[in-house]
């Protein structure tokens, strides 16, 4: 598809489970984020990826959150014993990165909505 | 610390009234800003963005921003609005290395007929 596509488009779970959170990027793209937008509130930075690396991991809340990109493609944010405070929209993004900084703009997914029961 | 505001959190207007949505930002580094829209049932778009030059920004729709560098501010403006502007407006704040974007809280508008 021409666009960042995530899936599940919403995701229930209980208290305690684990889940995972699948971003696709757009094809061709190095660069992609993961953001976390609350009820009322603006998006969240959690983390970057550059290729396969995480070059920026500092907006991740605590060590059960976790994320990977093994083939510098489609990412995975993995999310241990879920809290109800992790309830939100997850945001995936992703842009080419080059020399010139106008490469940079962040192409935004339709987001996964996680509730915590 | 690096953050951004926006100071009205819902907006109301009637059709043909003219926008303006606040934003004011901290940051010392260089300064790169951008505004994005979520329609309601979309994803985030780019309405416009500001990196450097001219500190009118046009974009998207009708929509322009200005960056006044001594306010630390970057309002979006629209001279005459629709209903078809119904959506949630962002200000963010490019920081990080360029990698990191900071949004603020959003200002939802309603347009009406």
């Known amino acids: 598809g021409a666009g960042v596509s995530q899936t599940p488009s919403n995701k229930v779970t209980e208290k305690g489970k684990y889940v995972e959170l699948r971003c696709d990027p757009i094809?061709?793209?190095?660069?992609l984020y993961w953001y976390r937008q609350s009820l009322g509130q603006g998006p969240e930075f959690l983390i970057y990826f550059q290729g396969t690396g995480a070059a920026d991991d500092s907006g991740l809340p605590n060590d059960r959150f976790f994320a990977v990109r093994p083939e510098g493609s489609v990412s995975t944010l993995k999310i241990q014993r879920t809290e109800r405070g992790d309830s939100a929209v997850y945001l995936c993004a992703s842009s080419s990165y080059g020399e010139v900084i106008s490469y940079n703009e962040q192409f935004f997914g339709p987001g996964t909505r996680l509730t915590v029961l | 610390a690096q953050s951004v505001s926006q100071h009205n959190h819902h907006v109301i207007l009637s059709e043909a009234a003219s926008l303006e949505l606040g934003c004011n930002y901290s940051y010392g580094g260089t300064v790169n800003l951008f505004w994005y829209v979520q329609y309601p049932g979309q994803h985030l778009q780019l309405l416009l963005k500001y990196f450097s030059g001219d500190p009118l920004v046009k974009g998207i729709k009708g929509f322009e921003a200005e960056f006044i560098k001594s306010k630390f501010s970057f309002n979006l403006r629209k001279p005459s609005v629709q209903w078809s502007d119904t959506a949630e407006y962002f200000c963010a704040l490019l920081t990080g290395g360029y990698n990191k974007l900071i949004f603020g809280a959003g200002t939802r508008l309603a347009v009406h007929p």
């Open positions: 094809s061709g793209h190095t660069a």
